[in-house]
C-alpha cells in the first residue's frame, strides 16, 4: 500500500512559478514510477508528466503542453517527487494529483490533488 500526499499549489499569476511536492509512505518507493496529472473544472483528467526507472537511470516524459516549462524529480531518500513549473499560464489551472504505479501507466495509488490556479 501506497499514501500519497501532495502540496505546494496555490494562486499564481501568469508567468510565475510553483513547485509542487507528493509525498510517498512506503518502503520501495524507488521502485514505483511516479506521474503527476491534472484535471480542470469540467475537463477529463489529463497526463502531465512522469518519472520512471529504464537501464540504470530515471526518465522523464512530458505533455506536450508542458515540455519546456515544467520539470519532474524525484528524491527517493525522501519518498517525494516534484513538480517544478515555471512560466505558468491561465490554462494551466486545475487540481494536480500525484499517482503511483509499480509498471508505468499503470498507475495504482492516487493523491487528493493540490489545487494550482493560475491568474491572468
Known amino acids: 500500500q501506497v499514501q500519497l500526499v501532495e502540496s505546494g499549489g496555490g494562486l499564481v499569476q501568469a508567468g510565475g512559478s510553483l513547485r509542487l511536492s507528493c509525498a510517498a509512505s512506503g518502503r520501495t518507493f524507488s521502485n514505483y514510477a511516479m506521474g503527476w496529472f491534472r484535471q480542470a473544472p469540467g475537463k477529463e483528467r489529463e497526463f502531465v508528466a512522469s518519472?520512471?526507472?529504464?537501464?540504470?537511470?530515471?526518465?522523464?516524459d512530458y505533455a506536450d503542453s508542458v515540455k519546456g516549462r515544467f520539470t519532474i524529480s524525484r528524491d527517493n531518500a525522501k519518498n517525494t517527487v516534484y513538480l517544478q513549473m515555471n512560466s505558468l499560464k491561465p490554462e494551466d489551472t486545475a487540481v494536480y494529483h500525484c499517482?503511483?504505479?509499480?509498471?508505468?501507466?499503470?498507475?495504482?495509488?492516487w493523491g487528493q490533488g493540490t489545487q494550482v490556479t493560475v491568474s491572468s
Open positions: 499517482a503511483a504505479g509499480r509498471t508505468f501507466g499503470s498507475w495504482t495509488y
Open positions: 518519472i520512471r526507472w529504464i537501464s540504470s537511470t530515471y526518465y522523464a
